[in-house]
């Protein structure tokens, strides 16, 4: 079963920029979707992005324009490109992966927060 790590998570000033990467422990190339989930205490795991094998990208409205996701499957990486980061940015961010089976997996997750 693939695992997922994420890193890259940090504290940053409001406007500043992070890059997160998630790496599997096998080859990706058999997940059909793949990106970023984020959680804050108390409120439920909201998408942050994903990216499909065949290149379809989906943004929550909050974060379109200001991240960016990229998948490299022969490097087995995800990664998420948050620029104009906000204080509500502030969150635990998930990795996670959907096999075409349907069998999801999540990482461990990595802490963003963002705050003068």
């Known amino acids: 079963q693939v695992q997922l790590v994420e890193s890259g998570g940090d504290l940053v000033l409001p406007g500043g920029s992070l890059n997160l990467s998630c790496a599997a422990s096998q080859s990706i190339s058999s997940i059909y979707n793949m990106g970023w989930y984020r959680q804050t205490p108390g409120e439920r795991r909201e998408l942050v992005a994903t990216e499909t094998t065949g290149g379809t990208i989906t943004y929550a409205d909050s974060v379109q324009g200001r991240f960016t996701i990229s998948r490299d499957n022969p490097k087995r990486t995800v990664w998420l490109q948050m620029n104009s980061l906000k204080p509500e940015d502030t969150a635990v961010y998930y990795c996670?992966?959907?096999?075409?089976?349907?069998?999801?997996?999540w990482g461990q997750g990595t802490l963003v927060a963002v705050s003068s």
């Open positions: 996670y992966a959907e096999a075409y089976s349907g069998k999801t997996k």
